[in-house]
């Protein structure tokens, strides 16, 4: 039998001191300054930030550390901690959305994004190190995106840092690398979480487009050890993509459904039912107006689990924690069955979870791979996370790993 790994995070100080090693290292000179941004888990509430739905993240403390230095021109040059000696080279002047291939699209496209809104960004060198898995579902992604959105918001003085409003507008130049030049599609749940989660709460995060940054994100109290419970976080190692067709199908069958209902979004098809005097038969008459099982299906997933998120916000300030994990699990069996994004790595371990004493539990981000979240009592992370390694190698998949996930702060600047 293997161990389970448990992956920990880099403190602050080893960070800083990580990135700007890497950084001197590939580049001969020191940085400006450091900056980081964490991964996040999504507590539930899956599929519906592009549906102005609800959903309810946290910030991990696994983060993604920048070191970075402004320049006068207008090359990039970034380098990570993955390929140390491979220094990938690009320029903003000029560049065109999906002009930069691979990893460095990411932070290339967040100068670009900027610079597309008018901004006076120039170019600059970069060295990434991070402790988020890859293709964990966890946002390593959104974490590399933000990191450079503050830096680089720090570096040219555009001054959107400093405050949770002016934060949005960072937000949505990540946002836009992540959909236009790296060509992964996301709604923005990750970046929110990863730039204005705070400490010890979650995220309740209202994606309808007609709200304020002042209006859409509210703190919920989310203290697991008052409670005596542990979140444990199951990277499966299934691999995980999302910019191969998947995601944006989905997205496109529930904006078509909207059309089809006559409606903005499916946020407001949710609220419709929320307040019917009969929400069962209000929900099967907006599914009987669809006109094939795929959309039927994918529709039922999305307003039952914005429902379900103003339910787990409700049984956890309740302390209702067989509640909140009856949720978790109702969650998960939503997406494997009606959105169809789960694959036998996360179906496996949530049930290998559930059997072995979980609350709940749930796959966590886009799904098509990455990672599971479980609600166990505290203690119990290591045990349970070893049951799911072992009934993983007895069934040839490769061997997960595991974090410890709680409320952690969001972007800063750490040197």
């Known amino acids: 039998m293997t161990n389970v790994e448990f992956i920990a995070p880099i403190d602050a100080e080893d960070g800083v001191a990580r990135a700007t090693e890497l950084f001197k290292a590939a580049y001969g000179e020191e940085p400006e300054g450091v900056w980081s941004s964490p991964g996040r888990v999504n507590l539930i509430g899956e599929h519906t930030d592009y549906n102005a739905g609800l959903c309810l ?132 749940l990750d970046q929110n979480a990863s730039m204005r989660c705070t400490e010890g709460h979650a995220l309740l995060l209202d994606c309808r487009p007609e709200l304020t940054p002042l209006e859409n994100v509210s703190q919920q109290p989310f203290d697991l050890k008052a409670n005596k419970l542990e979140l444990l976080a199951l990277d499966t190692q299934a691999p995980h993509q999302l910019n191969d067709g998947q995601y944006a199908e989905r997205r496109a069958t529930c904006e078509k459904a909207a059309e089809i209902l006559g409606v903005a979004n499916l946020r407001v098809t949710a609220d419709a039912i929320r307040e019917a005097d009969d929400p069962e038969q209000a929900l099967q008459d907006v599914l009987d107006a669809l006109p094939d099982e795929n959309m039927k299906k994918r529709v039922r997933h999305v307003v039952t689990e914005i ?12 302390n209702d924690i067989e509640e909140a994990g009856r949720l978790f699990n109702a969650s998960h069996d939503s997406l494997a069955v009606d959105y169809e994004v789960t694959v036998p790595e996360l179906d496996v371990a949530v049930d290998v979870a559930r059997r072995n004493g979980a609350y709940g539990a749930r ?53």
């Not at 599971?372 to 997960?400: C, N, T, W, Y």
Request: hydrophobic share 45%; with cysteine; charged share 20%.
């Open 307 to 318: 429902e379900r998120v103003r339910e787990f916000v409700k049984a956890f300030a309740e």
């Open 57 to 188: 993240p946290i910030a991990l403390p696994h983060r993604t550390y920048i070191a970075l230095k402004p320049r006068t021109d207008t090359a990039v040059r970034v380098v990570s901690d993955i390929k140390p000696d491979d220094v990938v080279s690009a320029d903003l002047d000029g560049l065109q959305a999906r002009g930069v291939d691979g990893w460095a699209a990411y932070p290339v496209g967040v100068a670009w994004a900027l610079r597309e809104k008018g901004f006076n960004v120039r170019g600059f060198d970069a060295a990434f190190v991070s402790c988020v898995p890859l293709g964990s579902g966890l946002s390593s992604s959104a974490a590399m995106t933000c990191s450079t959105a503050l830096a680089l918001d720090d570096v040219y003085g555009l001054g959107y840092g400093q405050s949770d409003a002016g934060r949005v507008t960072l937000i949505n130049a990540a946002i836009k690398s992540e959909n236009e030049m790296a060509g992964a599609s996301t709604g923005g």
């Open 363 to 415: 796959m966590t981000g886009g799904g098509f791979g990455g990672s599971i979240i479980a609600l166990v009592d505290a203690g119990r992370s290591e045990e349970v996370a070893q049951k799911i390694a072992d009934e993983f190698a007895a069934r040839g998949f490769h061997a997960p790993r595991a974090l410890a996930a709680y409320a952690a702060p969001s972007s800063a600047r750490n040197a």
